[in-house]
Nanobody, 121 residues
Framework: QVQLVESGGGLVQAGDSLRLSCAAS????????MAWFRQAPGREREYVAA????????DYADSVKGRFTISRDSAKNMGFLQMNSLKPEDTAVYYC??????????????WGQGTQVTVSS
């Protein structure tokens, strides 16, 4: 069984930066991709970014392109989301996902518990 644990969320001001981490554990962890999604109150969970576990190709939602950077350390089974120039509209619970591929949340098998990111104006 694969477990994902996010960390690094917090309360910041607009324009600040945060770095989220996702630690994956489980026997012989492997995944086609690792992704980050977010969910604001009253809204559906939305795609943020994904990275191919082998090769490192990345993809971003238009709303975060140029501000967020996804990366991974496959040797340590860790994923990261560097978030710069944060905006109040980035406020959400951020989830790490694995065991799938692409921008559709339904394609991912494993999910973390989420970490809250709050950006004040």
């Amino acid at each position: 069984q694969v477990q994902l644990v996010e960390s690094g969320g917090g309360l910041v001001q607009a324009g600040d930066s945060l770095r989220l981490s996702c630690a994956a554990s489980g026997r012989a962890f492997n995944t086609p991709a690792m992704a980050w999604f977010r969910q604001a109150p009253g809204r559906e969970r939305e795609y943020v970014a994904a990275i191919m576990w082998s090769g490192g190709a990345t993809d971003y939602a238009d709303s975060v392109k140029g501000r967020f950077t996804i990366s991974r350390d496959s040797a340590k089974n860790m994923g990261f989301l560097q978030m710069n120039s944060l905006k109040p509209e980035d406020t959400a619970v951020y989830y790490c996902a694995a065991g799938g591929i692409g921008a559709n949340r339904h394609f991912y098998r494993y999910w973390g518990q989420g970490t809250q990111v709050t950006v004040s104006s």
